[in-house]
């Protein structure tokens, strides 16, 4: 019995592994265009790292639960979920592409233009109505080109995509 437990861990954490493999090197630049931090020099995104690695503990754990959803959609939702809930204490970004835009005009222009999720989903996972999400893409997308000044940033009272 103690066997095949073991076997199945093992099972498991090579398929964790394997998903890891693939999809660690997106999810971090996911994460690290999110806390806007710079790329170079290697290793200095480490609020990104860090959210990746409890985005992808909190995956691990929920591995065997998964019955064939998508770990990578998984995984970046509790990314997503993760920066919202800690935005409302944001750090002041260090120079990193982003770093103009506030961190929900991040989160939704990544999660849309980056990642491809549909506005619906989007919206959901948000807890934010489409069109909200629509007018967030759109000033986010005309602060990138320049046609519009940065939003004013300011501490938000509460965590994105909390209720009033």
Do not use: C, K
Request: no cysteine; net charge positive; proline share 7%.
């Amino acid at each position: 019995m103690r066997e095949r437990e073991a076997g199945r861990q093992r099972r498991r954490a090579r398929e964790f592994e394997t998903f890891v493999a693939g999809a660690a090197g997106r999810l971090l630049h996911t994460a690290t265009l999110l806390t806007a931090e710079p790329v170079r020099p290697p290793g200095t995104n480490e609020r990104a790292q860090r959210l990746l690695t409890s985005a992808l503990a909190r995956t691990y754990a929920d591995w065997d639960r998964l019955h064939g959803e998508d770990p990578y959609n998984r995984t970046r939702q509790d990314l997503a979920t993760r920066f919202a809930r800690e935005a409302w204490r944001h750090h002041r970004p260090l120079g990193g592409l982003l770093d103009r835009l506030t961190p929900q005009e991040r989160l939704v222009l990544v999660l849309r233009l980056y990642e491809g999720v549909a506005e619906e989903q989007t919206a959901a996972l948000l807890g934010l109505p489409a069109e909200r999400i629509r007018a967030t893409l759109h000033r986010s997308v005309a602060t990138m080109r320049g046609t519009r000044e940065p939003t004013a940033r300011r501490r938000p009272a509460r965590p994105l995509g909390a209720a009033p």
